[in-house]
């Protein structure tokens, strides 16, 4: 007998099979000659689905969605060079008499 290469099933596929294995019409057996995969398979595919089932509606305590995370120091860091170079320019700039005193 030869074996089979391995296949990748696509979620609305598992979906479909999971769901007909919960409704209970039919039994594994059936399922899996139907759609042409183990019934080890469908078994798990339905108590993942189950699991899963839950989190489709939310939960009660819902987290929050991760806020990026900005480096504080990094942003004070940029702000400092920028204010240095402002300062340093605007001197020169002085002094060469191409910047009026007052802005």
Do not use: C, Y
């Not at 059936?30 to 699991?51: G, P, Y």
């Amino acid at each position: 007998m030869t074996r089979r290469p391995r296949r990748n099933h696509t979620p609305v596929f598992k979906a479909k099979v999971a769901l007909a294995a919960i409704k209970g019409e039919k039994t594994l057996a059936e399922l899996a000659q139907q759609f042409d995969v183990h019934a080890n398979q469908i078994t798990q595919w339905r108590s993942q689905l189950l699991e899963g089932a839950a989190d489709v509606f939310g939960s009660e305590t819902r987290a929050e969605p991760p806020v990026s995370a900005v480096d504080v120091k990094t942003l004070h860091a940029k702000i400092g060079q920028l204010t240095l170079e402002d300062d340093f320019l605007e001197g020169a700039l002085s002094k060469a008499g191409l910047l009026s005193a007052k802005r």
